[in-house]
């Protein structure tokens, strides 16, 4: 037996801000809770994709994450980059070379996460 991604959970300082840029993002539907936090599933309500919980009460974001996501455009790269930019997103330097396969940004409140140029499964 083994295990499997359920949920990717985010410690924010804004929620409605971040639930309103992740939700646009990977195209997920946001419910704001009660209790301060908030929920995003995927649009198809499918098991099998991960759903993201963002909670309330993150300090200020200091240094490089040690886990980010790896997102792959359902479109065209350079357009994706482009539509994350518009939501909020910022390019970020965490040491790159220039010859990665992936762009590095930042949601609204510093996160780091990266656009693959390629599926990881594919060989280059």
């Not at 959970?9 to 908030?38: K, Q």
């Not at 991960?50 to 980010?68: F, I, M, N, S």
């Not at 930019?85 to 930042?106: K, M, N």
Request: with cysteine.
């Amino acid at each position: 037996m083994t295990s499997k991604i359920a949920q990717w959970t985010l410690d924010v300082s804004d929620v409605g801000l971040m639930a309103r840029f992740w939700a646009a993002a990977l195209g997920y539907r946001a419910d704001l809770g009660d209790d301060g936090c908030a929920k995003l599933f995927p649009p198809d309500g499918s098991p099998e994709r991960p759903t993201v919980w963002l909670q309330a009460g993150a300090p200020a974001k200091q240094g490089k994450l040690r886990g980010h996501l790896d997102l792959i455009a359902e479109g065209e790269l350079a357009a994706e980059v482009e539509r994350l930019l518009g939501l909020g997103a910022t390019r970020a330097v965490v040491g790159q070379s220039g010859d990665e396969p992936f762009e590095v940004l930042a949601d609204p409140e510093g996160n780091e996460f990266c656009l693959l140029h390629r599926h990881p499964g594919q060989r280059s």
